[in-house]
C-alpha cells in the first residue's frame, strides 16, 4: 500500500480526466491541494500552476504554443482560486476540457476533499470508520496530510484526529500517552478532537466533565483508573473510606483500567509520570492512614502505601513468629514496581529478608542442636564443614547488620522495622550463644580430638612443601572468622582452584598468638608467654614472638627461601614497582591484612558495619594482584576470628576470676589461681593444645567479662566457634580462558530517576545479544562517579545481588536466551560531591571494564 493512500487516488481522478479530454482546469479555493500541485506529474502531460498572475500563466502556456493544435493538449491547468473569483480569465481553456472542483459534477471531477477521502478510504477502513473521518475532514479538522498518514495506519485510523496526534489508534496507547505527557493538549485543542479523547476515554468507563481543561482531565482519568485497579484489587477487602469511591462500573470497563495501570507502570519512558499521579492520588484518599489486609494486597502494585503497608504486616508476621513465607515475599516484592521507583523499598525488603533469614537460620540451628555430634570433630563439622553449616547463621547476621547500618530511615515508619532487627539480633546471641556452648564443652571434653586440625600446623602442610617448587604467597590476616573466609572462598572459586579447610586456633584467640602459630616451628613448640604490662608473645624453639616486626624477621630467618613482606595495600589498587619486582624476586611472598581488626577495634560500631565486606572485596582482589604477579600457589590463613554482635550491655558481663591476672581481654583471662565459675571455661594452656604455665578461662557463651577499655560489641580471645575457628585457602590459579568480551551485547540502563535526589538511585541493568549467539551475562559492579572519584555502593538489586562485594550476578531471561533478565540495582551514595552532575558506570565485576555508562545525572540532593 502506498505512503499517500488518499493523495494517490486524487492523482488517478486527474490522470483519468486529462485521459478522457486533455485539458483539465483544476480550481482549488482552499488550497487544499497545493503541496500535492507542486508535485504532481503526469505522463506525456504539462502541468501549470497558477501563481498571482492570469497574464503570466497564459504568457506561459503561449509562449510553449499548447493551444495551437486542433486537439486539447494534455494539459493540467492547476488555479488556488475559486472559479467565480477568476472573471473568466480562463474560459476559453475551459471551453477546451473540463473543470475539475469542488461541488463539480459528475462526481469523478469532483475534488471535495471528504469526497475524495471517503472514495479513497472506505476499501482501507471500512464505511463506518470512513464517515466518522469524512465529518472531522467538513469539520476543517484533516489536511490531505492528515488523511494520508491516518491511511498509512490501515484500522487505527478510526480515531482520526487522535491517531494523527498521538501516533496510534490504540485506545490504551492514546490513554497511556496522554496520561503520562501534556504536550500534545495544544494539538487536541487546535484540532477540536477533546470530545473526541473524552468518548475514546469511555472505554475506560470514564466520563470526564465536559467543559474541563485536559490538565484536569488528566488528572481526574488517573484517580479513576488508579482507584478501580487498586479496589478492584482488594476484592471484598476493600477499606470504608474507599467503598464508596467512584469507580469503572462495567467489568469491561475495570479490566480495561486495571490493564492500563499496569503498561504504564511497565512502561519506564513514562515511570515518572506514574509515580507523581500515583502519590498524588495517595495524598488525596490518605491512602497511608488506610488499614489494608495483607492477604488482599500481596500482589497490588497501585501505590507506594500499599508497599508500605505490606511492609508493615512482613514486619508484624517476623515479630509475632519466625515465618518462612515472609522471606519469600520479601524475596519476591523487592523485583516489583515500588522498589524500582523508590530505591528505600528495595533496601527495606532486603533488611526484612535478611532479618528472615537470621531467624530462620537460628531456628534451624536451634532445633539441629539438640542431637549435636559428641565429638569435637563433629561439632566442627557441623559448624563449618556440612552441607548447610551452623556458620549460615553468623553470615546472615553479618548480612543484616551491614543492611541495618546502611540503611536510612525514611518517614517514621520503621518502628516494627527496628524492633524486627531487635528480635534477630536477640536470636542471634542466643542460639549463637548455645553454639558456642556446645562447642566449648566439647574442647573441653575433646580437645585432644584427632579429627581435628590445628593452626600450628598451617605452615608445615601447607606451605613448607611447595617452598623451592612453587612461587607462593603467605597471606595472613587478621581476624578472618571462618564464616568470612568461606564467602572469600565462594567468591574466588571462578579464578582459582580453592581448597578450604577448618583449623582451631591457638588459645589464647589474640593476634599475638595466633598470628605468630603460622610461623615455621610452631607445630612443634608454641609456648605462651607473659612480657609484661599485660601482654603475652608466643616463644618458639626459645625465640620470643611479640609483634609483625618479629614475626616477619622469624620467617625469612627460618623459611629457607627469599622471602619479601608487604601489606595488603600495597597491592591496592595496583603494586608499585618495588612491590612488583621484590614479588618476582622471591620465593615466598608474604602478605599481611590488619584491616578488619583495626577497623573494628577502632569501636566505631557503624562505620565498621558498612565497610566490613569492604575488607573481602579487597582481599579478592590482592589475591588476584598476586596471581598476575605470576604467584602459583596462595595459602591464605587467619589468627583467629572474632565476635561481632550485639553492643554490650550489664547483663552479659562476668567476673573474671582473679587471682594472678597475667593477660586479661572482655573474652579471655590468663594467669593463675582466682575463683571459678560455672559459666567459663577453665583449662591449663597446655589442655589446649598450647605450651605454658598458665590457666585460661573464657565464657562459654557470648558474655564478657569486666574490665577497663575495649570494643563495645566486636570481641575475640575466647574459644567460641566464631573465635576459634578460622579458615585456611589454599589456591591454585585457574587457566586463563580465553579473554571474556561483552562487547557484542548491547547494554540498556534506564535509571529509576533522571535525577539524583536522595541517597538513594536505582537502575535496571538489561542487554541483549548483538550477534547470533546466546548471551553471557557477567557479573556486574555499578557506580556513581564524579571526576573519577566513587561515590556510591550497591546495597540492593532484583535478583544476583552478593552482600560482602556489591557485585551483581546477571542472568539470562527465561524467555529469550540472548537478553539479559532486567535487574534493578540500588545504589546507595557514600561520598558527597560538589559537582553538578554524576556519571553511572556499568562495569565488569572481575576485570574491572567498562560496559557501559550514562553521561550526565542531574545531582540534586544535600547529603
Avoid at 494534455?74 to 472559479?83: E, G, M, S
Avoid at 590445628?454 to 606451605?463: E, I, S, W
Avoid at 532486567?822 to 558527597?832: R, V
Wanted: hydrophobic fraction near 45%; charge should be negative.
Amino acid at each position: 500500500m502506498s505512503a499517500a493512500v488518499v493523495t494517490d487516488h486524487l492523482v488517478k481522478l486527474v490522470a483519468e480526466q486529462v485521459k478522457l479530454h486533455g485539458l483539465v482546469v483544476w480550481y482549488d479555493p482552499g488550497r487544499v491541494y497545493e503541496e500535492a500541485a507542486k508535485v504532481l506529474e503526469l505522463p506525456d502531460t504539462t502541468v501549470m500552476r497558477y501563481e498571482d498572475s492570469f497574464f503570466d500563466l497564459r504568457w506561459r502556456i503561449d509562449q510553449q504554443g499548447l493551444m495551437e493544435g486542433e486537439e486539447p493538449p494534455r494539459l493540467v491547468i492547476y488555479v488556488p482560486v475559486a472559479q467565480n473569483q477568476t472573471y473568466h480569465a480562463l474560459i476559453e481553456f475551459e471551453a477546451a476540457g473540463v473543470v475539475m472542483q469542488p461541488g463539480q459534477q459528475p462526481p469523478a471531477r469532483n475534488t471535495r476533499l471528504a469526497v475524495v477521502a471517503r472514495n479513497a478510504l472506505r476499501s482501507v477502513l471500512g464505511e463506518e470508520a470512513v464517515v466518522e473521518v469524512e465529518k472531522q475532514v467538513e469539520a476543517g479538522r484533516l489536511t490531505l496530510a492528515d488523511l494520508d498518514a491516518l491511511a498509512a495506519r490501515g484500522g487505527e485510523a478510526s480515531r482520526g484526529v487522535l491517531t494523527l496526534a498521538f501516533g496510534t489508534g490504540n485506545s490504551q496507547e492514546i490513554a497511556l500517552a496522554f496520561l503520562s505527557d501534556n504536550g500534545r493538549d495544544g494539538e487536541i485543542e487546535k484540532k477540536g478532537a477533546t470530545g473526541e479523547l473524552r468518548e475514546l476515554l469511555r472505554e475506560f468507563d470514564f466520563n470526564g466533565p465536559e467543559d474541563t481543561a485536559l490538565d484536569d482531565l488528566r488528572l481526574r482519568l488517573a484517580r479513576h483508573v488508579l482507584l478501580t485497579d487498586l479496589i478492584v484489587g482488594l476484592g471484598q477487602a476493600v477499606p470504608s473510606p474507599l467503598a464508596s469511591s467512584p469507580i469503572a462500573s462495567t467489568e469491561a470497563g475495570r479490566e480495561a483500567c486495571a490493564a492500563l495501570a499496569k503498561a504504564w507502570r511497565l512502561r519506564r519512558d513514562m515511570r515518572e509520570s506514574y509515580v507523581a499521579a500515583a502519590r498524588q492520588v495517595e495524598q488525596e484518599f490518605s491512602l497511608d492512614s488506610m488499614a489494608f489486609e495483607e492477604k488482599a494486597i500481596e500482589e497490588l502494585e497501585t501505590f507506594p502505601a500499599i508497599e508500605r503497608a505490606l511492609l508493615r504486616h512482613a514486619e508484624k508476621r517476623l515479630l509475632e513468629a519466625t515465618d518462612g513465607d515472609v522471606l519469600t515475599l520479601a524475596e519476591s516484592r523487592s523485583r516489583r514496581f515500588w522498589c524500582d521507583a523508590e530505591p528505600q523499598l528495595q533496601t527495606r525488603w532486603g533488611l526484612v529478608a535478611s532479618a528472615a533469614e537470621v531467624l530462620l537460620e537460628a531456628q534451624r540451628v536451634e532445633q539441629v542442636l539438640k542431637k549435636a555430634p559428641a565429638s569435637l570433630a563433629g561439632v566442627i563439622r557441623e559448624y563449618a564443614q556440612s552441607s548447610q553449616p551452623w556458620c549460615l547463621l553468623d553470615t546472615y547476621h553479618r548480612n543484616m547488620e551491614s543492611r541495618w547500618h546502611n540503611f536510612e530511615p525514611h518517614g517514621g515508619d520503621d518502628e516494627n522495622l527496628e524492633k524486627l532487627i531487635i528480635r534477630a539480633r536477640q536470636r542471634y546471641v542466643a542460639v549463637g550463644s548455645e553454639v558456642a556452648r556446645v562447642f566449648v564443652t566439647r574442647l573441653r571434653e575433646r580437645s585432644q580430638d584427632k579429627g581435628v586440625l590445628r593452626q600450628r600446623d598451617v605452615f608445615q602442610k601447607h606451605v613448607k612443601p611447595a617452598l623451592g617448587k612453587e612461587k607462593i604467597a603467605y597471606v595472613w590476616v587478621d581476624a578472618l572468622r571462618f564464616e568470612m573466609g568461606r564467602e572469600l572462598a565462594r567468591l574466588l572459586g571462578d579464578d582459582f582452584a580453592v581448597e578450604i579447610q577448618t583449623v582451631v586456633a591457638a588459645a589464647p584467640t589474640i593476634t599475638e598468638i595466633g598470628m605468630a602459630a603460622l610461623l615455621p616451628g610452631a607445630h612443634e613448640t608454641a609456648k605462651v608467654v607473659s612480657v609484661g604490662d599485660g601482654k603475652l608473645a608466643l616463644e618458639i624453639g626459645g625465640n620470643t614472638i611479640r609483634d609483625r616486626k618479629d614475626r616477619v624477621a622469624f620467617l625469612k630467618e627460618r623459611a629457607g627461601v627469599a622471602v619479601f613482606d608487604a601489606k595488603l595495600d600495597d597491592l591496592l589498587p595496583k603494586p608499585s614497582k618495588r612491590v612488583r619486582e621484590g614479588i618476582s624476586s622471591a620465593q615466598l611472598a608474604l602478605v599481611t591484612s590488619q584491616e578488619i581488626d583495626e577497623l573494628c577495634e577502632q569501636d566505631n560500631i557503624a562505620q565498621a558495619r558498612r565497610q566490613m565486606d569492604g575488607v573481602l572485596n579487597d582481599l579478592r582482589r590482592g589475591v588476584r594482584v598476586l596471581a598476575d604477579l605470576g604467584v602459583e600457589r596462595i595459602v591464605l590463613a587467619a589468627d583467629h576470628g572474632h565476635l561481632f554482635a550485639e553492643e554490650l550491655s550489664e547483663d552479659m558481663k562476668v567476673e573474671a576470676p582473679g587471682g594472678e591476672t597475667v593477660d586479661l581481654h572482655r573474652r579471655v583471662w590468663v594467669g593463675r589461681g582466682g575463683q571459678a565459675d560455672d559459666a567459663l571455661l577453665r583449662m591449663p594452656l597446655s589442655s589446649l593444645g598450647m605450651d605454658g604455665e598458665f590457666d585460661l578461662a573464657a565464657p562459654l557463651t557470648f558474655a564478657c567479662f569486666k574490665c577497663k577499655g575495649g570494643a563495645r560489641a566486636y570481641f575475640h580471645g575466647g574459644l567460641s566457634p566464631q573465635e576459634a575457628l578460622v579458615p585456611v585457602l589454599i589456591m591454585k590459579p585457574l587457566a586463563k580462558p580465553t579473554v571474556r568480551t561483552h562487547a557484542e551485547i548491547n547494554w540498556q540502563l534506564s535509571p529509576g530517576s533522571q535525577k539524583l535526589t536522595t541517597r538513594f538511585f536505582s537502575v535496571q541493568v538489561g542487554g541483549a545479544s548483538g550477534g547470533l549467539f546466546d548471551i553471557e551475562p557477567p557479573k556486574v559492579r555499578v557506580e556513581l562517579r564524579a571526576k573519577g572519584k566513587v561515590l556510591s555502593r550497591a546495597v540492593s538489586a532484583s535478583y544476583g545481588f552478593e552482600e560482602s562485594t556489591g557485585d551483581v550476578a546477571l542472568r539470562k531471561d527465561q524467555a529469550d536466551p540472548k537478553k539479559i533478565a532486567a535487574d534493578t540495582i540500588t545504589l546507595m551514595m557514600i561520598e558527597e560531591t560538589d559537582q553538578k552532575t554524576v556519571a553511572l558506570f556499568l562495569l565488569d565485576a572481575a576485570t574491572g571494564a567498562e560496559l557501559s555508562r550514562l553521561e550526565r545525572i542531574d545531582v540534586a540532593i544535600a547529603m
